[in-house]
């Protein structure tokens, strides 16, 4: 099936995802398609709803992904206690120094969560998409009897082309004033410094949502003005479980966000550049042998172009694939994302060094510029070495007898 | 990464094997540092599981501690106090202060340390873990509401806290990341992410074999510190359950042999943590210091005699964070610092040199005449001095321009003036030095190299002493959104949990990926 003529690209999607298990968008694929979004590989699996951990263990490349049960178990307890377990007090205590809410049992909690139905299905997703709406409109209509606090809102945007549901941890809304949203995460502030790493990549987490909450209010015809432009994070303080409030500006974020998203080619675009018939699902009558599926999904894989950086492997779950596959060509990407800008056109280690050490061969004209550089940097290096001729290449030092 | 850095990482990755990308070693290292290697318990913030530390490269001979369930104070301080009471006894040597004379003030002595200790970690992640996360949870104890401790456990807190807030110095030798040492010396053929992985750095220093990428996933499993395998820890978790039930049920029996599995387990993974960061000194004791090394060393040893001298009037206090006066102070020191290191280390070896030829910053030629005895007025003179002239024919490109002031790199105090340049010759006027150049006798054909560093000679600049602009506080804050919060520190904030609520810990199967809060479909 063509996916340029009928332009069908919810077909196309289908045909890729084929007879494969459909997969949940979680927080680990989006984070890994807004840190990346320049990259198809990434968009096509996503968009297609193919389950990437999946796909990548066929291929022979998982990614370990274990979380620690003595994380896990720490999160969500600091959750529960800041919610249920105190009715919600100690979380309005930690916000009072940003939103004045009134405590219970004057305080109205909507925990989206107690929708009914059977939980993960569909509907009750579905169920829980509109009650955020219906609460939406109570708290931008400024009724009287709108919920404080909002417990696990979820939110259905759509993230260039892919559907997501969203679910942050909090809304708390002052009746009559601003909208705030909030993040609740287990790692500690100490003396009011947060880890910069897992501090940005909150940041990031809670630009998606805002830019979801903004649409949402659009849509449903209020003013997004009023969300806060921030978000507050309630982790624990120091090294104990009381939790303390900060808020994290979102606006730069959020913005710069938004821009890269509307820069990238939307789904269906992106699809229409893609082989005819591209399936990931190579194998739907289970008759090809381990090392022959793995050549056919790895050429399908293949022939949907990636954007790899060693960073992708904090995020995404095709990373260790995609990661063997720039060995393999021996992508300067695997180097970082610098060395790949600045090698732009070179397309391996090999040739950067040969480009280094003979110049550019007929033919790479393109190259000269880069050639130059590379030749000069060469130059200075063997001017050096001949300065000092015991610090070229590494000697092997004896080898320790240690494991 | 810098094209340099490009290149040489092309080289490694054909090669198989990390390049050099220094030609001497930068770093002090003394005949016996304290190498620590740590686990934390994950989702706590400084609750160790175990730490192991020695000064013998053999695991075996090294110390552990370990606590089977570190959210219990007891369990927790058990193994924290008897690490506190070994590090204490590593770090009283170098406190003892003796009276040496102050130079050109006859008379006045100043009382100084002879040494001062030196702790290595695999990674920075775990020297960060051991000063910044450790060390601050341990330093207030005993103050205020806070739960008595040991004084040993007290002053690792203010040790620990002072390696910490030292290891910001840049060129400092007290408090060493070897992921980081390793990278200032090797290029590798992987990112400089992967490089924060010592077992896969090293296996990069030593050569890699036949199919390098399943090598180097293999090594990337072990987890050097602080933070823990997940999966390990999944392994562990029933014993460190196991634990907190005997203690429940006070059944000294149980809790023994929970103990004695999860103390088995810690070593069995920290010892291989413990043998590389061994490993690791090794391989940076087998490459020759550079000349300023030992200078920077002893600044290591004069600022830890500061340290040791607060320390002598009892447990050394630091403020949680420091006032803007003195932020914006040190601030200044550390920028000179590196401005200073990058001078030092380009003048010391070769190598690094090469990084500012390679950016045109370097004048290289072979001498073709030389006029020691030209005399000229200098600027701003009144005599005529002594400026010899030395003219070069470029063997190199140079993207310096006439007028520059650029350092021989054979002597950095021979200083010159760049004039008459053109594409394969100049001529440097050599308006410093002079005597310095005399001595080194160089001659018509020596090959010589300059380079446009100028580094500035005289005293520091003074200190700030009025709050500069950048570190007062904003408008905001002085109208009272202060985010300072008022009642941080009024206790301990210990992670601690009652016997009870250990017990009421649900057991946490395997969570599927799609289960991670956040984001639902």
């Not at chain 1, 949907?304 to 779950?317: G, K, R």
Request: hydrophobic fraction near 40%; charge should be negative.
């Amino acid at each position: 099936m063509s996916l340029r003529e009928g332009g069908d690209a919810v077909g196309g999607l289908d045909a890729i995802r084929g007879t494969l298990p459909g997969a949940r968008a979680n927080a680990r694929s989006v984070a890994a398609l807004t840190e990346n979004p320049g990259c198809t590989r990434r968009r096509v699996i996503d968009a297609a709803g193919v389950a990437a951990h999946e796909l990548a263990e066929k291929l022979g490349h998982p990614t370990p992904r274990g979380q620690s049960p003595f994380a896990i178990e720490g999160g969500n307890r600091f959750e529960d206690r800041l919610k249920r377990r105190s009715g919600y007090e100690l979380l309005v205590d930690a916000l009072a120094r940003y939103v004045d809410l009134p405590k219970p049992p004057d305080l109205i909690v909507e925990d989206v969560n107690d929708i009914g139905g059977r939980r993960y299905t569909p509907e009750w997703m579905d169920a829980r998409v509109a009650r955020t709406d219906d609460v939406l409109s109570q708290i931008a209509r400024g009724d009287e009897h709108a919920p404080h606090i909002v417990d696990h809102p979820v939110l259905r945007f759509d993230l260039t082309g892919v559907t997501v549901n969203l679910e942050p941890d909090a809304l708390a809304f002052r009746v009559g004033e601003k909208l705030e949203l909030v993040e609740i995460k287990a790692y500690p502030i100490i003396d009011g410094q947060a880890d910069p790493g897992k501090l940005a990549s909150t940041a990031g987490q809670s630009a998606v949502y805002h830019m979801a909450l903004r649409a949402t209010l659009e849509r449903l015809g209020f003013d997004p003005e009023l969300l806060v432009w921030s978000v507050i994070l309630v982790a624990p303080r120091n090294f104990g479980r009381q939790p303390v409030a900060h808020r994290i500006p979102l606006k730069k974020k959020s913005m710069s966000l938004a821009r890269v998203l509307k820069a990238v080619p939307r789904t269906p675009d992106v699809l229409a550049t893609l082989p005819d018939g591209l399936t990931f699902d190579v194998d739907p009558a289970a008759k090809l042998d381990g090392v022959a599926l793995r050549w056919a999904l790895r050429n399908a894989v293949e022939s949907v172009p990636a954007l790899y950086v060693p960073e992708c492997v904090q995020n995404c779950d095709m990373a260790k694939f995609c990661r063997w596959e720039a060995w393999e060509h021996d992508d300067p990407a695997r180097l970082g994302r610098t060395v790949r800008d600045n090698l732009a056109g070179v397309h391996s280690l090999a040739d950067a060094l040969r480009l280094a050490t003979s110049g550019p061969a007929a033919g790479e004209e393109e190259l000269a510029d880069v050639a130059e550089a590379l030749g000069d940097t060469y130059a200075a290096i063997q001017r050096a070495r001949a300065r000092v001729p015991t610090a070229g290449v590494t000697p092997p030092l004896p080898r320790a007898s240690t494991p | 990464m810098t094209l340099l850095d490009v290149v040489m990482a092309a080289e490694a990755a054909r090669a198989g094997a990390a390049v050099r990308r220094t030609a001497y070693r930068h770093v002090h290292l003394s005949d016996r540092p304290l190498v620590v290697v740590a686990y934390n318990l994950s989702g706590e913030a400084a609750a160790p599981l175990g730490i192991m530390y020695g000064t013998d490269n053999d695991p075996g001979k090294a110390s552990l501690v370990v606590a089977a369930e570190p959210r219990n104070r007891d369990s927790r301080f058990g193994a924290i106090n008897a690490f506190a009471t070994d590090f204490v006894e590593f770090v009283r040597p170098h406190l003892i202060l003796r009276a040496v004379p102050v130079p050109r003030k006859p008379g006045t002595f100043r009382q100084v340390t002879s040494s001062a200790p030196q702790i290595v970690t695999p990674n920075r992640a775990t020297r960060a873990y051991l000063g910044a996360r450790l060390g601050r949870s341990l330093r207030y104890l005993g103050l205020g509401d806070t739960h008595e401790v040991p004084e040993s456990t007290q002053w690792t807190g203010a040790h620990l806290s002072w390696f910490a807030e030292h290891a910001n110095l840049p060129g400092q030798s007290t408090f060493l990341a070897m992921t980081e040492t390793l990278s200032q010396h090797f290029v590798t053929g992987q990112s400089a992410l992967e490089d924060e992985n010592l077992a896969t750095l090293l296996a990069w220093i030593d050569g890699l074999p036949g199919d390098r990428l399943p090598e180097l996933e293999r090594l990337e499993q072990h987890a050097y510190g602080p933070v823990p395998n997940p999966d390990w820890e999944r392994r562990l978790e029933p014993f460190v359950r196991a634990y907190t039930e005997g203690l429940r049920e006070d059944d000294p029996e149980r809790m023994r042999l929970a103990f004695e599995h999860v103390e088995r387990e810690v070593r069995d993974a920290l010892s291989v943590a413990y043998a590389a960061t061994h490993r690791a000194i090794a391989v940076m004791r087998s490459i020759s210091p550079a000349a300023s090394v030992a200078k920077r060393w002893d600044n290591d040893v004069y600022e830890w005699g500061a340290h040791a001298r607060r320390s002598a009037n009892g447990i050394p206090r630091f403020a949680r964070r420091h006032d803007p006066l003195r932020a914006a102070a040190m601030l200044q020191r550390w920028s000179s610092t590196a401005e200073e290191l990058e001078t030092d280390q380009a003048f010391d070896d070769p190598l690094i040199l090469a990084g500012l030829d390679a950016a045109g910053r370097c004048v290289t030629g072979d001498v073709t005449s030389l006029d020691v005895d030209h005399k000229e007025i200098k600027p701003g003179g009144k005599n005529r001095t002594t400026v010899p002239l030395i003219k070069l024919t470029l063997t190199a490109p140079t993207q310096l321009l006439a007028g520059e002031v650029v350092r021989w790199a054979g002597e950095q105090r021979v200083k010159g003036e760049l004039r008459d340049v053109h594409p394969e010759s100049l001529t440097i006027a050599i308006t410093g030095g002079v005597k310095a150049l005399g001595e080194a006798s160089v001659g018509v054909g020596d090959e010589m190299v300059f380079v446009g560093l100028d580094p500035w000679g005289g005293q520091n600049p003074w200190a700030p002493d009025e709050v500069p602009w950048t570190h007062r506080p904003t408008t905001s804050e002085l109208a009272g959104d202060d985010s300072t919060d008022p009642t941080a520190g009024a206790s301990d904030d210990s992670p601690d949990m009652t016997v009870a609520e250990l017990a009421a810990i649900p057991i946490v199967g395997a969570v599927s990926p799609a289960d991670e809060p956040g984001v639902i479909l």
